[in-house]
């Protein structure tokens, strides 16, 4: 059995201008990709990720994308000589009282103690994802600019 996760939070703005923080490049290098991001999310694109904590523009495969729904990304998984990718599904849904629930799912990793270590990596880089992106989009502050370097 492969290890998995999900994560998930709310942000205080409308599911268009959530999922836009995401599919846009230049919104996305705002609080997250801390190296910048370069290329929009649509499906059967691949973009490219750089971040100061992981030096090194990672390409991102785009799966899919349904607009105000959905985004499916696939990308190398970050366990040691790994060949495998892993999958990231993100899901954008409104709660009814102004808000956006966003969950992010990421699988794929090898059962092993390196697919572990990466797996549980990735969880809290996504948990931190959520977090900036939420004062990001609700306040325009990026939590991560000096964080990493």
């Known amino acids: 059995m492969s290890h998995e996760f999900t994560v998930s939070g709310r942000i205080a703005k409308p599911v268009s201008e959530v999922f836009e923080a995401v599919a846009d490049p230049k919104k996305l290098s705002g609080y997250f990709t801390t190296g910048g991001a370069q290329g929009r999310l ?19 495969e785009v799966v899919e994308v349904v607009e105000n729904e959905k985004i499916v990304l696939r990308w190398s998984s970050a366990e040691p000589n790994a060949t495998n990718k892993t999958e990231v599904t993100m899901t954008f849904a409104d709660t009814g009282d102004g808000r956006t629930l966003v969950k992010i799912h990421e699988t794929g990793w090898s059962d092993t103690p390196a697919g572990e270590k990466a797996a549980f990596g990735n969880c809290e880089g996504w948990t931190g994802m959520l977090c900036a ?17």
């Open 42 to 60: 649509e499906t059967g694109a691949t973009v490219t990720w750089d971040f100061h904590d992981f030096p090194g523009a990672f390409p991102v």
């Open 133 to 149: 992106m939420k004062v990001f989009v609700e306040h325009g502050l990026n939590l991560r600019q000096g964080f990493y370097k």
